[in-house]
């Protein structure tokens, strides 16, 4: 089968790589979508930061580059694999990419367990090839009214309700979120499903245009034009949001949220950084800010799907683009490192069947 295998730095290469079948307790899956991630582009400009690197094998997968990318994934059941009795073969599906010791699973904090790594990234296949062969503790059922290419935002979706449940936003909150890329549109899109007010600033027009379209933000700026901490305290009677959410990595737009969110307030970090920032902690310290991280979901993927189940969240609008394999570094990643304004989400369609 065609895979997008991960070597190092800048050297991404598809090829041709044996299928996988499914073992004991596991589910093959035709993957049908998978998403081209931030933490996907991090890799390709910065790392190998979770892709462990040639020679040196993850401690759970005992992989090392090259891997097979991926991790924003839904398919259909191919096959099962011995044990599995609660699927069946043709359904729809999405994944949990998790790769932690199995004594973990289903524990509290579970993503924080010790060599936490994640399918697509550290091992264990990846969406970013025709097949992939999962545990079963991970598969996730999805409805059939749900498209398998909205399926595919499940798995950023879960990412972003962990964050704003880090963040303990509630209705009659007021939220400013740095970056409308697919996590910050997300996280806006959970924000507005607990009735919070949402407010966005984004450089890109369409991503700007896009969150306020759909009904995510209530407001978006452009922090070329206008002071952004200002127009939130002139939102919010002076007083500034309740919850910061910084989707960007520059450390402009965290100092911004520094600026931004009221004294006392909450301010997470969902970005994975390639640098470190300068971040303006005096700021942090004068107004006793909360600044707290987040990483993957716990528990976050029934919620998710139940939201886009029964309507609330509405995933569609934010596919802004969809490729076959062979155009995933010309017209996915060249397109989201260099022209990322002109898009949000990008989805492969690894057997090019979407098309």
């Known amino acids: ?39 996907d582009l991090h890799e390709y400009l910065d790392g190998p930061i979770f892709v462990p690197p040639a020679g040196h094998p993850h401690p759970i997968s005992g992989e090392s580059a090259p891997v097979t990318l991926g991790h924003e994934m839904s398919g259909t059941v191919a096959a099962l694999g011995e044990g599995v009795t609660d699927l069946e ?15 973990y699973y289903g524990k ?18 990846g969406g970013l090839a025709e097949q992939i062969a999962v545990d079963r503790h ?6 059939e009214k749900v498209g398998l290419d909205e399926a595919a935002l499940i798995e950023p979706l879960s990412v972003a309700h962990h964050a704003v449940s880090r963040s303990e936003a ?17 996280t806006a ?65 965290l100092n911004m949220l520094f600026d931004a969110v009221r004294p006392g307030g909450v301010i997470v970090n969902e970005s994975i950084w390639g640098h470190r920032p300068e971040a303006d902690l005096a700021t942090l310290v004068l107004k006793e800010l909360d600044l707290r991280g987040t990483i ?23 596919i802004t683009g969809k490729i076959g394999l062979e155009g995933l570094i010309d017209e996915g990643f ?21 098309l």
Request: aromatic share 6%.
């Open 108 to 125: 509290e904090n579970y993503q924080l367990s010790p060599d936490m790594n994640f399918i697509g990234l550290g091992g264990r296949g």
């Open 189 to 253: 899109a959970v924000l507005k499903a607990l009735d919070v007010t949402v407010i966005v600033s984004e450089l890109s027009e369409l991503r700007r245009q896009k969150a306020l379209e759909t009904g995510v933000a209530d407001y978006a700026f452009d922090p070329r034009d206008v002071d952004v901490a200002e127009e939130v305290r002139k939102l919010t009677d002076g007083k500034g949001a309740d919850v910061g959410f910084e989707a960007t990595s520059v450390d402009v737009v």
């Open 296 to 318: 993957g979901y716990s528990f976050d993927h029934a919620a998710t799907i139940k939201l886009v189940e029964e309507g609330k969240i509405d995933l569609k609008p934010f």
């Open 170 to 186: 509630a209705a009659g909150d007021v939220a400013i979120i740095g970056g409308a890329g697919p996590i910050g549109v997300l």
């Open 1 to 39: 089968m065609r895979a997008a295998r991960y070597y190092d730095r800048k050297d991404i290469r598809i090829e041709d790589i044996e299928a996988p079948v499914a073992g004991t307790g596991e589910v093959l899956i035709d993957v049908a979508w998978c998403g081209i991630c931030g933490t």
């Open 138 to 143: 991970w598969v996730h059922p999805i409805s």
């Open 334 to 354: 060249d397109t989201l490192i260099n022209r990322n304004e002109t898009a949000v989400k990008i989805l492969v369609s690894p057997s090019g069947k979407g």
């Open 89 to 103: 073969v043709g359904q729809h599906v999405v994944v949990e990419p998790y790769i932690i010791h199995e004594e």
